[in-house]
């Protein structure tokens, strides 16, 4: 997903720079992909969120009962945490980007930018 979502980012950036660009199809086509890596965002922070609770819970286990046997399994939990984190912290910037993404595509379609709702 990582590479995909890159590759797709670059095309839309090209296609920013392309003057010839029909920017009323691409706004609808972007607009649909965002809806799909929303999902896959939605997705790798169910699964995140899972693996820290399975973490939390296995370190609580192995602190009520004592049991050192547990410890490979805590650990082996918490290395995964790392790359679902870091994958997931790229998911979400990527699509925060696509959304400033979104924004150009508007403005070169209908001449102004949407609603400036942050100020």
């Known amino acids: ?7 797709y980012r670059k095309y839309i950036l ?12 691409l706004l609808d086509y972007h607009r ?10 939605l997705i790798h922070l169910i699964v995140t ?7 939390v819970a296995c370190f609580l286990v192995i602190a009520v ?8 399994l805590a650990a082996a939990l918490l290395c995964l945490m790392i790359p679902y984190i870091k ?4 998911l979400e910037n990527t699509v925060q980007q696509l ?8 403005e070169k379609v209908y ?8 100020e």
């Open 1 to 7: 997903m990582t590479k995909y979502l890159t590759a």
């Open 14 to 25: 090209s296609c920013l720079e392309d003057p010839d660009t029909d920017f009323v199809r």
């Open 32 to 41: 649909q992909h965002i809806g799909y890596f929303m999902h896959e965002r």
């Open 49 to 55: 969120v899972l693996f820290a609770l399975m973490t």
């Open 65 to 72: 009962t004592e049991k050192i046997v547990l410890i490979p």
């Open 87 to 90: 994958h997931y912290y790229f």
């Open 99 to 106: 959304y400033k993404d979104e924004e150009r595509i508007y």
């Open 111 to 118: 001449g102004f930018p949407p609603t400036d709702w942050r």
